[in-house]
């Protein structure tokens, strides 16, 4: 059985760059959750999908926008990219019955 | 002041000792707790959930909740090298498609 997958592992890109992450969730698990994760940090969440419609957000700019799939594969977009965007991107997937989440390995984004 | 503080570390221990980790929390809503590992540059995996007060065990690990003092706690006996991560507890006030807060993480070094 597959676990959270995310892609790319890495990533660079420059100042008002713009960045698309991917995300497919375990089997069977319909909601997806995205968390960025500053070194050092714990994960901040960022927004919530399930029944492909955003349900919950965090404190993020709307800079940061999101997409669910048919298939419940997700992806996270960050536009006009500032250096401070610069972390460790985890996607969580969770069943809706659930409270416990199951984390990806995750996307290193750097912007110079 | 943070939702949930958790003391950074760096925590060093000699292998097989206990190890004791701890959370504390302002917001009386949280209801489950949860304790996930995470190893450098890899996404957090999940060590263990409860939601009552009291103990939960598994394995070499212990997870203790005391919701009248808002505190949390981590203890690891025969601790190994292969203990040594970040260990971050999460939270969430309901169950179900809701978003965890984070602690910032422990760094444990177990040293052989």
């Known amino acids: 059985d597959a676990g959270v997958t995310q892609s790319p592992t890495h990533l660079i890109k420059t100042r008002g760059q713009q960045v698309t992450l991917r995300c497919s969730p375990k089997s069977g698990h319909d909601t997806v959750s995205w968390y960025q994760q500053a070194l050092g940090q714990g994960p901040q969440f960022i927004f919530q999908?399930?029944?492909?419609?955003?349900?919950q957000r965090g404190n993020f700019p709307d800079r940061f926008s999101g997409h669910q799939f048919p298939n419940y594969s997700s992806e996270l977009n960050v536009n006009a990219l500032l250096l401070g965007d610069s972390a460790l991107y985890l996607c969580?997937?969770?069943?809706?019955?659930?409270?416990?989440?199951?984390f990806g390995p995750g996307t290193r984004l750097l912007v110079l | 002041q943070k939702e949930v503080e958790q003391d950074p570390g760096p925590l060093s221990v000699p292998e097989g000792a206990i190890v004791s980790l701890n959370c504390t929390y302002s917001n009386s809503a949280f209801q489950y707790f949860m304790w996930y590992r995470q190893y450098s540059r890899k996404g957090p995996e999940l060590l263990m959930y409860?939601?009552?007060?009291g103990n939960k065990e598994d394995g070499r690990f212990t997870a203790q909740v005391d919701k009248s003092s808002k505190y949390i706690s981590l203890f690891i006996r025969d601790s190994q090298p292969s203990d040594s991560a970040t260990y971050l507890c999460?939270?969430?006030?309901?169950?179900?498609?809701?978003?965890?807060?984070f602690g910032s993480g422990t760094r444990l070094q177990v040293q052989p």
């Open positions: 409860t939601y009552s007060s």
């Open positions: 969580a997937s969770s069943l809706p019955s659930q409270e416990t989440q199951y």
């Open positions: 999460a939270m969430s006030v309901r169950t179900g498609r809701r978003a965890l807060t």
């Open positions: 999908y399930y029944e492909e419609e955003e349900r």
